[in-house]
């Protein structure tokens, strides 16, 4: 049904790079979730009326909201594929995230409205009558909510959209709070005990987890979240395998939505090379870039030592005993001062982001330390800095 879909209503589908196309899958996963949360509510709020149960009547105002939530999701899209003008020169990719919040502001709502209905149904609980057709609905409300699920992470990973993915977070949830809710509809049918309101609490449990959830994940590139380790790889080695380029450190990447991204990096290159020539590979690099990633790249060029076989010792001896310490660690822009009596080694040392003030003072210590043991006339000038890639790769 999916492909189907997509086929049908997405013109030229397969380019999900392109505005126009991003934004013709949004539209497409608008509309169909408007039309089945629109026909869930109705058909769920005659069947909790009938069968008197607030808990089926509470999960029909979560469809509604549902529904709601996919004409915020239809309106941030179309926005979000605007390109840049005047007073937005990195386009309007941002509105994307900004719209996935509101939807978790409404399913938040919800399910503190459900909590609040749950617990007073609890107070003053009242007469449930059992329907099969009432099971029947939701039964069949499941079976829709999990198709949602999986068409709106379908399409939220073809086009790496937050409001999809929230979409199809937030359906997920719904899928177990209607099944929690087919539960106590069949404990009062066979018991004859009235659970619902209990029901109810674990419904909106369910909705206000996956609300946060929700904010939590669109918030994040908004502020400022760290660098996926797939996209730190996948920059850094594409630069590094141009001829010249003897490394790379220090990449920050900033996010303007989901299709537009600006990046920085220091490359380093021989300093015994023309700067004429170097400045010819940057200058190749960030515009193949932009061409072949997408990414906007500024390259910083820092020149590095390579004829010197003693400097090349010492960089050895660094990586040695940083793996010892924590093969996390790294270093860069390593520079050797030769004094009377001493030899200064100064560079950056790379930490991950966990080391607070207190750890990165330590590991100081312990890297001069080992140092000096390596070799007695060794000084170590270090800064110490926090790496902004993550540690473990963003779920999909």
Known sequence: MTEFLVKHFVKDY?????ADVRTSYGILASVVGICCNLALFAAKLLTGI?????????DAFNNLSDAASSIVSFVGVRMAGKPADEDHPFGHGRIEYISAFVVSIFVIQVGLELLKTSVGKIRNPEEMLFRWTAVAVLALSVAVKLWLALF??????????????ATAADALGDVGATTATILSMLVFGVWGVNIDGFVGILV???????????ARDTLAPLIGAPIDPAVYKEITEFVEGYDGIIGTHDLIVHNYGPTRSMASIHAEVSCEMDVRRSH???????????????IFLVIHMDPVETGDARIGQYREMLRHILAELDGRLSFHDLRVVDGTERVNLLFDLVVPREYNSEMRD????????EVRKADSRCYCIMTVENTYCAEKPEPE
């Open 14 to 18: 397969g380019n999900t790079e392109s």
């Open 50 to 58: 009938l069968a008197g149960s607030i808990s089926v009547m509470a």
């Open 280 to 294: 010819e590979i940057i200058d190749t690099i960030e515009r193949e870039c932009a061409r072949r990633l997408g």
């Open 152 to 165: 709106n992470r379908s399409l939220g990973r073809r086009i790496r959209s937050t409001v999809m993915a």
């Open 204 to 214: 909106s449990a369910a909705v206000l987890w996956a609300g946060f959830g929700i």
């Open 362 to 369: 330590t590991i100081r210590e312990k890297v001069s330390d």
